[in-house]
T-cell receptor, first 117, second 112 residues
Framework: DTGVSQDPRHKITKRGQNVTFRCDPI?????LYWYRQTLGQGPEFLTY????????KSRLLSDRFSAERPKGSFSTLEIQRTEQGDSAMYLC???????????????FGEGSRLTVL | GENVEQHPSTLSVQEGDSAVIKCTYS??????FPWYKQELGKGSQLIID?????GEKKDQRIAVTLNKTAKHFSLHITETQPEDSAVYFC???????????FGTGTRLTIIP
């Protein structure tokens, strides 16, 4: 396994269009996280899944954003009616559940960069 | 919610010298403090972490110190090498790795 992979790596779209990002986590990692990172800032938490269940969503995730992990493996993040403020790097991370039941080490993908014109 | 501040935003050191990056956090409930290294074209990588019941942790040339009373923690890199050049992020969370709050990053440049 080569790690967390994200697709596409770069997406340029016009304002108002919908975009979808895909994340393939490391095999057998139960937990999957989405973060957003804008230029000069650190990653900001968006949402996370344990298997197929979405356990928490940040207030940053407006109703234009939806994330799914239908079979507990890959995940998609869709942004509807994109706005220029959505331009950012969208990062996916996965982790196993640790032996104590908590979240193990996070492994990040390289990210999907969104540019909204 | 948690707020993490990180300083400096950029840091240049001569190869072989030490580098120190500092972070402060606001939520006294935070218990877990990891440091990530972000390189161009690569996923961010955990380099070291510390939990609140420990004051210091070391892994070869990298060490992290935590002052829970003052709510600050620091990354120390000794004997810096060119491959240490990257952007470093500190983070904090109440539960390990759940909903990490990141600092704004420090771009470290090692001058050969």
């Amino acid at each position: 396994d080569t790690g967390v992979s994200q697709d596409p790596r770069h997406k340029i779209t016009k304002r108002g269009q919908n975009v979808t990002f895909r994340c393939d986590p490391i095999s057998e990692h139960n937990r999957l996280y989405w973060y957003r990172q804008t230029l000069g800032q650190g990653p900001e938490f968006l949402t996370y899944f344990q298997n197929e269940a979405q356990l928490e969503k940040s207030r940053l995730l407006s109703d234009r954003f939806s994330a799914e992990r239908p079979k507990g493996s890959f995940s998609t993040l869709e942004i509807q009616r994109t706005e220029q403020g959505d331009s950012a790097m969208y990062l996916c991370a996965s982790s196993p559940i640790s032996s104590t039941g908590g979240t193990g080490e996070l492994f990040f993908g390289e990210g999907s960069r969104l540019t909204v014109l | 919610g948690e707020n993490v501040e990180q300083h400096p935003s950029t840091l240049s050191v001569q190869e072989g010298d030490s580098a120190v990056i500092k972070c402060t956090y606001s939520d006294s409930a935070s218990n877990y403090f990891p440091w990530y290294k972000q390189e161009l074209g690569k996923g961010s990588q955990l380099i070291i972490d510390i939990r609140s019941n420990v004051g210091e942790k070391k892994d070869q040339r990298i060490a992290v110190t935590l002052n829970k009373t003052a709510k600050h923690f620091s990354l120390h890199i000794t004997e810096t090498q060119p491959e240490d050049s990257a952007v470093y992020f500190c983070a904090a969370s109440i539960v390990r790795n759940e909903k990490l709050t990141f600092g704004t990053g420090t771009r470290l440049t090692i001058i050969p």
